[in-house]
C-alpha cells in the first residue's frame, strides 16, 4: 500500500513538474521565428553590432512606438519615456521586480533592498534614505572621497605620469578606488584595493564573479537551465555557489569585526544598522546591496566620462575654465558649496552618463494585464525593461543631435537645468529613485576635479568604441587604457 502511494506520489509530482514545464516553455515561445527571436538566439546581431544594448537601441529606433517585444525573452523593451513614467511612477504596483527577479539575484542580494518588494521594501527604503539623507552621513561619505583621492589616488597617478610605457588602466584604477570608498562607507573597514601592487582583495574578485555570474542568469532564454544547474550545483551555478560562500565569509568577517571594535558611535552604515537590528543575515544582505549600489556605478561613470573627454579636448579646457574661476589655481580640493557652483562640470557629468549610464537598463515585471500609454499590451508575467542607454541615443527623445557629447544642452544661460526624470532615468525615477545620487554626484566631480587639476589623461586607443561585459552594471571589456602626463602649474 504504502510502495503504491508512494509511486503514485511521485509520478504526479514528476506529471505536474512537467505540464508547468511545458505552460512555462509555452508562454516564452522559444521556437519563435520572428526575425529578431532568430537573431537573438543564434547570436547573429553580432555581425553588426557590438554591443546587445547597440542592437536593441537599433531595434527601439526602428519601432515607432519606441517599444519592442523579445519573445524568447517574454520581455518588452521600451525607450518611451511616457512608458517609463507609467511603469515606475502612475502604475508603480504593477510592475514590482516580482520573484522572477528576486529569485534571479537572492542567492547574491538576499532580502536587500534591491531585491525585494512591498513592506521588506518600504522599511529598507525609510531607513536608507534617512542615512543616506543626513548632512553628517554625506559629510563622512565626502571626507572618505577626499582622503582616499589625496593619499591613494593622487600618489599611484603621479607614480606613473610622464612615462611612456606606463599604461594604466583608468576602468581598473576607478573600479579599486569606488570599492575601497563603498567598504569604508558601508563597512568602516578599509579594504586597501588601490594599491596597484596588492592583487585586488578576494571580497572584489568574489563580488565581481557573483554579480556577473547572476546577471547573466537575467539573460537566459531558458531560465530553467541555470535552475537545473544549480539543483546538480555544477558549471557556472557551482562557481557562483563559490563566490557567494567567500563574499558571505567576508561579510561575516567584516560583522564580527565592527562587533568587536564597538559600534554605538561609528558612523559607517553597517554600524547604524546594528543599532536597531539584530538578524545578521538581514544585516549581511542590506550591506550587500549598497557595495552593489554604490561601487560599479560610479567608477563605471568615471570611466566613460574620461573615455568621452577624450573625444572632446574642448569640453576639458571648458571645465578647467570653470575649475580655476570657482576655485583658483590651486591644488586644493573643492568645498561643496564650490561644486555647486560649477555648472559645466555638472552638464558634462550629466551628459557623459546621458550617452554611457552605469545601468545600462532594468526591469520590472508586470502583475496584471495592461496598456502602455504608446498602445503596447503587456500581458500578466511579462518582463518589462525601461533602457536608459537606448533612451540616451534616441533623437525622438533628445533631437538631431542625441548622439553627440554637448554638455551646453543642459545648460540655459550659463545655469545647469535637470532634466524630466523619466526621459533621463539614469538614477531611476519615481517611487524607488536612486538613494544615493547626491553622494554619487559628490564622488564622480570629486575625483573628476582632482585628476583635471594636476594631470593630463590621454587614452591610449580613443577611436576604440567601448564593448561592454554583460553584467548589472556597464563595465568596458579590456578596460581604459590611458597614458598620465603631470601638468605644469
Ligand atoms: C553614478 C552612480 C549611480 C547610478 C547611475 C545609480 C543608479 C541607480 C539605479 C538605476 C537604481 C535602480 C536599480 C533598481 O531598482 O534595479 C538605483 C537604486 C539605488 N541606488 Fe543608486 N546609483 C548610483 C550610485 C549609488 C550610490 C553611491 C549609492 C549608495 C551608496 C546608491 C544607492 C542606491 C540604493 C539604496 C538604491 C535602491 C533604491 C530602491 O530600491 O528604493 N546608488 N541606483
Not at 508603480?92 to 534571479?104: E, T
Not at 550659463?414 to 523619466?422: I, L, Y
Amino acid at each position: 500500500m504504502a510502495v503504491a502511494f508512494c509511486v503514485l506520489f511521485f509520478s504526479f509530482t514528476i506529471l505536474f513538474s512537467l505540464f508547468s514545464l511545458l505552460i512555462f516553455i509555452l508562454r516564452l515561445k522559444p521556437w519563435c521565428n520572428c526575425e529578431v527571436c532568430r537573431s537573438y538566439l543564434s547570436s547573429s546581431w553580432t555581425k553588426e553590432f557590438d554591443n546587445l544594448c547597440d542592437w536593441y537601441t537599433h531595434l527601439l529606433r526602428k519601432s515607432p512606438t519606441g517599444t519592442i517585444h523579445v519573445h524568447v525573452l517574454g520581455n518588452t523593451i521600451t525607450a518611451n519615456p511616457e512608458n517609463v513614467e507609467h511603469i515606475l511612477k502612475t502604475k508603480f504596483n504593477n510592475y514590482p521586480k516580482g520573484k522572477q527577479f528576486s529569485v534571479i539575484l537572492g542567492d547574491l542580494l538576499g532580502r536587500g533592498i534591491f531585491n525585494v518588494d512591498g513592506d521588506a521594501w518600504r522599511f529598507q527604503r525609510k531607513m536608507a534614505s534617512l542615512e543616506l539623507g543626513s548632512v553628517s552621513v554625506r559629510s563622512y561619505s565626502f571626507e572618505i572621497v577626499g582622503s582616499e583621492i589625496q593619499s591613494r589616488l593622487i600618489p599611484l597617478l603621479s607614480s606613473v605620469a610622464g612615462k611612456e610605457d606606463r599604461v594604466l588602466d583608468l576602468q581598473d584604477v576607478f573600479r579599486r578606488f569606488s570599492f575601497d570608498n563603498i567598504c569604508r562607507f558601508s563597512f568602516g573597514l578599509d579594504p586597501g584595493c588601490l594599491d596597484l601592487s596588492l592583487p585586488m582583495s578576494s571580497f572584489a574578485v568574489a563580488f565581481d564573479l557573483a554579480s556577473k555570474l547572476s546577471a547573466e542568469r537575467a539573460m537566459a532564454a531558458l531560465p530553467i537551465v541555470w535552475k537545473i544547474k544549480r539543483l546538480l550545483n555544477v558549471g557556472s551555478e557551482k562557481k557562483l555557489k563559490e563566490a557567494i560562500r567567500i563574499v558571505n565569509s567576508l561579510a561575516t568577517e567584516m560583522r564580527e569585526k565592527r562587533r568587536q571594535m564597538g559600534f554605538s558611535d561609528q558612523k559607517d552604515l553597517l554600524s547604524r544598522f546594528m543599532a536597531s537590528i539584530d538578524d545578521d543575515e538581514y544585516l549581511r544582505d542590506i550591506v550587500i546591496s549598497f557595495v552593489l549600489a554604490g561601487r560599479d556605478t560610479v567608477a563605471s561613470a568615471l570611466t566613460s566620462f574620461f573615455y568621452l573627454l577624450s573625444q572632446r579636448p574642448g569640453v576639458e579646457a571648458a571645465i578647467r575654465d570653470e575649475m580655476e574661476r570657482i576655485i583658483g589655481r590651486t591644488q586644493e580640493g573643492a568645498s561643496f558649496e564650490q561644486m555647486r557652483e560649477m555648472h559645466y562640470l555638472n552638464a558634462a557629468i550629466f551628459e557623459s552618463m546621458r550617452l554611457y549610464p552605469p545601468v545600462q537598463f532594468d526591469s520590472k515585471f508586470c502583475q496584471e494585464d495592461d496598456i502602455f500609454p504608446d498602445g503596447t499590451f503587456v500581458q500578466k508575467g511579462t518582463r518589462v525593461t525601461y533602457h536608459p542607454y537606448a533612451m540616451g541615443r534616441m533623437e525622438r527623445v533628445w533631437g538631431p543631435d542625441a548622439l553627440e557629447f554637448k554638455p551646453e544642452r543642459w545648460l540655459k544661460n550659463g545655469v545647469f537645468q535637470s532634466e524630466n526624470p523619466f526621459k533621463y532615468p539614469v538614477f531611476q525615477a519615481g517611487l524607488r529613485v536612486c538613494l544615493g545620487k547626491e553622494m554619487a554626484l559628490v564622488e564622480i566631480r570629486s575625483v573628476v576635479l582632482a585628476i583635471l587639476q594636476r594631470f593630463d589623461i590621454r587614452v591610449a586607443d580613443p577611436n576604440q568604441a567601448p564593448r561592454f561585459v554583460p553584467g548589472l552594471t556597464a563595465t568596458v571589456r579590456g578596460g581604459l587604457p590611458v597614458l598620465v602626463q603631470e601638468r605644469s602649474s
